[in-house]
């Protein structure tokens, strides 16, 4: 843990000087308030090292993302308190963005995602969430913290209402009941798939600008099995590329990060990557069209 933890690149090797790079990875594999599966504090370096496997040329996108850039930071010291850690991941996310870069932040438990948010929002007054999970993450604190990765979305709605989640099917009551009270737009797996939530019109509503925040469990257990609090009925790999096609088109992401993969098994692993960078490659397809 901490310093000294010696990580490779993303996507290595990078064809492009630092100086220039677009986007700066952030690996932080804080694991404190973990309730299933361990092993996110490895989860940085099991997507770094799968990334080597990457192809430069994204198919889908028909270019090589990695010509904006990718540099990817040392892993802060991470402190084994979670409101800590939220106010590590912050200063770090702050820090790539004074350096006008793009923050890609792998975690790590969930919980690190307030910082993350928290460090964008100041740069991007107004900022929109979108969350992929299988699981709302709105308990009010979770086995005595307030920062519990379970509790993550209830943190950042308290800083802001323009927050989408969508993939959730994993529940308390307490959330159930939270969600119907106040309204939250929130896509059930269920009414993604049976067409009742209009994922087009949720996202008419938030700002232009948004922060991505994936919890790798949103997706189906045959992509990613290596993960704290696996729950069946995710997402397909088609599914996830075209929501996040859908996405992309209509809002500028500034930022987002990808939490809560364990090392375990190698594919995991490498969809998280691949994931990592077609979200970066998405980025960059629509800066083109911006410019155009
Ligand atoms: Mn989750």
């Known amino acids: 843990m901490g310093a000294g933890n010696l990580l490779p690149p993303f996507l290595n090797p990078d064809p492009l000087p630092a100086s220039e790079a677009k986007f700066g990875v952030l690996p932080f594999g804080f694991e404190g308030t973990v309730s299933y599966g361990?092993?996110?504090?490895?989860?940085?370096?099991?997507?770094?090292?799968?990334?080597?496997?990457?192809?430069?040329?994204?198919?889908?996108l028909a270019c090589e993302p990695c010509r904006a850039g990718i540099i990817t930071y040392p892993e802060p010291i991470l402190p084994e308190n979670p409101g800590e850690a939220v106010s590590a991941v912050r200063e770090a996310?702050?820090?790539?963005?004074?350096?006008?870069?793009?923050?890609?932040?792998?975690?790590?438990?969930?919980?690190?995602?307030?910082?993350?948010?928290?460090?964008?929002?100041?740069?991007?007054?107004?900022?929109?969430?979108?969350?992929?999970?299988?699981?709302?993450?709105?308990?009010?604190?979770?086995?005595?913290?307030?920062?519990?990765?379970?509790?993550?979305m209830a943190r950042i709605r308290e800083e802001?209402?323009?927050?989408?989640?969508?993939?959730?099917?994993s529940l308390s009551l307490e959330e159930a009941e939270r969600i119907s009270a106040n309204s939250y737009a929130v896509g059930l797996m269920k009414n993604l798939r049976g067409q009742t939530f209009d994922v087009k019109a949720a996202l008419a509503?938030?700002?232009?600008?948004?922060?991505?925040?994936?919890?790798?469990?949103?997706?189906?257990?045959?992509?990613?099995?290596?993960?704290?609090?696996?729950?069946?009925?995710?997402?397909?790999?088609?599914?996830?590329?075209a929501l996040l096609e859908l996405i992309f088109d209509q809002k500028q992401v500034v930022g987002f990060d990808l939490v809560e993969l364990c090392d375990g098994d190698a594919p995991s692993a490498y969809t998280i990557a691949k994931l990592a960078y077609r979200m970066m490659g998405l980025c960059c397809r629509c800066d083109g069209r911006n410019s155009k």
Do not use: C, M
Request: hydrophobic share 35%; net charge negative; charged share 20%.
């Open 38 to 60: 361990a092993g996110t504090s490895q989860g940085p370096r099991a997507i770094l090292e799968a990334s080597a496997q990457v192809e430069f040329y994204d198919e889908t």
């Open 93 to 152: 996310t702050a820090a790539i963005l004074q350096d006008g870069r793009l923050p890609v932040v792998l975690g790590g438990e969930h919980s690190i995602s307030l910082g993350v948010y928290q460090a964008l929002s100041e740069k991007y007054p107004g900022l929109g969430v979108i969350q992929f999970d299988a699981h709302a993450d709105l308990r009010e604190e979770y086995q005595g913290t307030p920062y519990s990765h379970a509790s993550v």
């Open 160 to 169: 802001t209402r323009d927050v989408l989640q969508l993939g959730i099917r």
């Open 205 to 241: 509503k938030l700002p232009e600008k948004v922060f991505i925040t994936f919890d790798v469990d949103a997706l189906d257990l045959s992509l990613v099995r290596s993960t704290g609090t696996p729950e069946p009925g995710g997402f397909t790999w088609d599914e996830i590329n």
